[in-house]
């Protein structure tokens, strides 16, 4: 069965920087880091200690709550540093690479002929379970449902987005392997999202093919799903990328984790953008090349511009992460900006400016707020003529801002993450941080549901 | 900014102050620190000047209008356009001083107060006041007014974004019932200077005021372009409509109040005429007394109209109707529309609570 759904509302965001499809750079980091903070619902105990060695597939952190979900080292090496912060928080795990990449081996069967259960140990073993995210909250799956379906969005709308096709076309086979072994987890289907046009990854069988053409977020798995079967009370879904998928793939193929993949390094202040085949970990120092060698007054994001994370020059590339992005940071003041009449260089979706006229333009855009913070004055139609989803995205905002779980149940809550809201809060005049209180929602439920 | 209005600095307590001076002067260098790392380059400011700038044709009129009644009642004849737009200018001016100041003081006072950053939506409400009330308003009463509506009708709720009623509407309220003898009638719509006489037979009083047979002694197309005696910047359908044309184009109001209040409007003056409650055509009620201006600029305030696509509809043409039904089935009020957009701002939180409830046991019942 296959839908063809046409979005209309959303927003493409016309910022330049757009990676060229060649990959100008393999890279093997002399220095990873396991980071337990970008996993939403996991409370890390340290498995290693300063100096151990590690293969790649070896355990590195486990859950507190389910011993049975690790976090693995990417690489072969040595545990060289273990980051804490305040009140010893941990931060991250540095192993320094061997330069070889021994791989632990996972022994298994093939995919079509393990049950369900030995599907999920694999993949609990190798610490790839992490990449599968539960909808609602989006935080790690729960091993021990069976969730109504999985999906993946094959279709990249955010900004600078990596291309699917480039990324993903030579490891079909890895995908396929991928998507037999995570339907017999699910009591539904697997279901695919591609975009318009023909792809390499429609060969794939056992998935449910969906078709979606639209502005950003119609890329989003979030708003993907809201079209195809919206999450309603007490179902649990899952999601997962297409690198989570080819992952996956890839270890009941091989026996082995390999998490390289194609990130695409892009954004207004990179120099030649383009692809390049790395590890999650890596440092983004290793990308000095692209932006010159100094990252002062430059804001380095794992992600996209909507809702990456800002990592800083002395960052890694996130887990879940195929895209960096490097911009300015907006701290020059322009004099007059708001009243005039013309601002040639900024980009606005609202009709009281004139980019609206000239579609084809792209932006040097940067980190500049453009204003200061008010409470909410537009409408709430203001903000849902850019969000393809069946909800009122303002009247959920302020549920999330009083905290009425009543309220926040019915106007959707179970159906969003952040970035689903990240094009309204682009968009947004009053400059409230629309992301973070849908977080605060999030975490709110997580608490009172527990 | 100076350091001295930072916190713990000497002149801390005018921080909101100067802060809001210095970003009308530049755009902060603010980034952004959560969520989005861009963000759209628009902003209130901006928001809010192009209405003000859609609402500039009226006023202007208005301001010539006020000297033209002027020459009118006194006797004098030709259109003078400078010299009567000087005339009203001068008498326009200290209504803008007082409104603006009074409103902004409270305005700044309160963001100290809250430590927030001054909310821009009070340019708009100060300028929109002195268009709406007659031009022989006592300062001493505008102040008052401006004051009660700024403070018990935004303040109080937390400022701009968080009220019920639209303030300067408010304002005008208060004036209404504290002191109707100033705000009704037929001398107030005229301000002449000490000293001067009436030409005899001069009636200052709005069309709408007027019964029977004298309705129809003003012209369509005075009505149209305005040279009627009325508040200062209702009087005319024409400058109103080039600032529609703006706020529609720029989407700043929203299009479907507007429509849809017309559309009560016609439809109860429909009714009305074929019920013989008036004798003016349906058509005409649109462009007397206040509904132009009401339905431009007060239905479709963001803050207080109602939220939902859907809402806009029904609370449009709640406005469009209850302000035709006032007309003309009360004989206490010759016009509606403050009261309609008032009643109207009053129930949008209620059309959205249907809204919204339909929506969503929709939405859940399919499921």
């Known amino acids: ?450 | 900014m100076n350091k001295i209005f930072e916190k713990g600095g000497k002149l801390y307590w005018l921080h909101s102050t100067a802060d809001a001076f210095d970003t009308f002067l530049a755009v902060p260098g603010t980034v952004t620190r959560k969520g989005s790392h861009v963000r759209d380059a628009v902003d209130l400011k901006r928001i809010i000047i192009v209405a003000l700038i859609a609402a500039v044709p009226a006023a202007l009129f208005g301001m010539w209008n006020v000297g033209y009644q002027h020459q009118l009642a006194t006797g004098g004849t030709g259109l003078h356009i400078i010299a009567n737009w000087w005339y009203g200018f001068l008498r326009v001016l200290p209504l803008y001083i007082v409104a603006y100041v009074v409103g902004l003081a409270i305005e700044f006072g309160t963001a100290q107060i809250r430590g927030e950053e001054v909310n821009e939506g009070y340019l708009m409400t100060g300028f929109l006041i002195p268009l709406i009330v007659p031009i022989d308003t006592p300062l001493w009463m505008l102040a008052l007014a401006v004051a009660f509506a700024t403070i018990f009708g935004k303040e109080v709720f937390g400022g701009t974004g968080m009220n019920i009623w639209n303030p300067a509407l408010l304002t005008r309220a208060f004036l209404f019932f504290s002191y109707p003898n100033n705000m009704s009638g037929s001398a107030c719509w005229i301000k002449t200077k000490a000293g001067e006489q009436l030409v005899d037979g001069f009636t200052g009083a709005t069309p709408l005021a007027l019964d029977g047979a004298a309705q129809y002694s003003t012209s369509f197309w005075s009505e149209f372009i305005g040279t009627i005696p009325g508040s200062v910047g209702e009087t005319s359908t024409l400058c109103i409509l080039l600032g529609a044309i703006l706020l529609i184009w720029t989407g700043v109001a929203s299009w479907k109040i507007m429509l849809s209040s017309v559309a009560g409007a016609l439809f109860v003056g429909f009714l009305g005429q074929i019920g013989g409650a008036t004798a003016i055509p349906c058509w005409e009620q649109l462009i007397l007394g206040g509904f132009a201006f009401g339905t431009v600029f007060m239905a479709t305030d963001p803050v207080t109209s109602a939220q939902t696509e859907c809402g806009k509809w029904i609370y449009g043409f709640l406005i469009g109707a209850i302000c035709i039904t006032v007309r003309l089935f009360n004989p206490g009020y010759a016009e509606g529309m403050m009261l309609a957009i008032l009643l109207g701002n009053t129930f949008a939180p209620l059309i959205d609570h249907v809204v919204v409830t339909l929506h969503i046991n929709r939405k859940f019942k399919a499921a």
Not at chain 1, 416 to 439: G, R
């Open chain 1, 1 to 450: 069965m296959s839908q063809n759904i046409v979005l209309k509302k959303g927003l493409n965001i016309p910022i330049t920087g757009k990676a060229d499809l060649r990959v100008s750079k393999a890279i093997l980091p002399g220095i990873v880091a396991v980071q337990p903070g970008e996993f939403k619902g996991l409370l890390p105990r340290l498995l290693v200690k300063e100096g151990d060695s590690v293969l790649c597939g070896s355990p590195v952190i486990a859950d507190k709550k389910n011993a049975d979900i690790l976090l693995t080292s990417p690489v072969s090496g040595k545990v060289k540093e273990i980051v804490r912060g305040e009140k010893r928080k941990l931060l991250a795990v540095l192993i320094e690479t061997d330069g070889e990449q021994t791989c632990a081996e996972f022994k298994l069967e093939s995919a079509e002929k393990l049950d369900s259960d030995s599907i999920r140990k694999a993949i609990l073993a190798s610490g790839l379970w992490p990449m599968l995210i539960q909808r609602p909250y989006g935080v790690i799956a729960d091993p021990a449902v069976k969730p109504r379906d999985i999906f993946c969005s094959a279709y990249a709308t955010a900004p600078l987005a990596a291309d699917v096709e480039f990324c993903f076309a030579d490891k079909v086979k890895d995908i396929q392997t991928g998507v037999t072994a995570l339907s017999k987890l699910t009591e539904g289907a697997v279901h695919i999202s591609f975009g318009p046009g023909e792809s390499a990854l429609q060969r794939i069988t056992g998935a449910e093919f969906h078709t979606f053409e639209g502005k950003h977020p119609a890329g989003n798995v979030g708003v993907q799903i809201a079209s195809i079967r919206p999450i309603r009370k007490e179902d649990i879904v899952w999601t997962i990328s297409l690198d989570g998928l080819a992952a996956i793939g890839h270890l009941f193929n091989t026996g082995k984790l390999c998490l390289r993949r194609r990130v695409a390094v892009g954004g207004p202040m990179v120099i030649e953008p383009s692809y390049v085949e790395t590890i999650p970990g890596t440092p983004v120092s290793v990308l000095a090349p692209f932006y010159g060698g100094d990252a002062e007054g430059l804001r380095i994001i794992s992600g996209d511009v909507l809702s990456g994370r800002n990592v800083g020059a002395e960052g890694y590339v996130g887990f879940f992460d195929n895209q960096i992005t490097i911009m300015k940071e907006g701290t020059e003041r322009e004099m007059f900006g708001w009243i005039r009449p013309i601002r040639y260089r900024q980009f606005s979706t609202d009709r009281c400016y004139f980019s609206w006229l000239m579609p084809w333009r792209r932006y040097d855009m940067d980190t500049n707020l453009h204003g200061g913070p008010r409470a909410f004055l537009m409408n709430d139609g203001y903000y849902s003529k850019v969000l393809p989803m069946d909800i009122y995205p303002i009247f959920l905002a302020k549920a999330c801002l009083a905290g009425d779980i009543d309220k926040m149940e019915k106007f959707g809550i179970y159906e969003v993450l952040p970035e689903d809201l990240a094009v309204c809060e682009f968009v947004d005049p009053s400059k409230n941080n629309i992301q973070e209180m849908i977080a605060d929602g999030i975490d709110l439920m997580i608490k009172e549901m527990a």
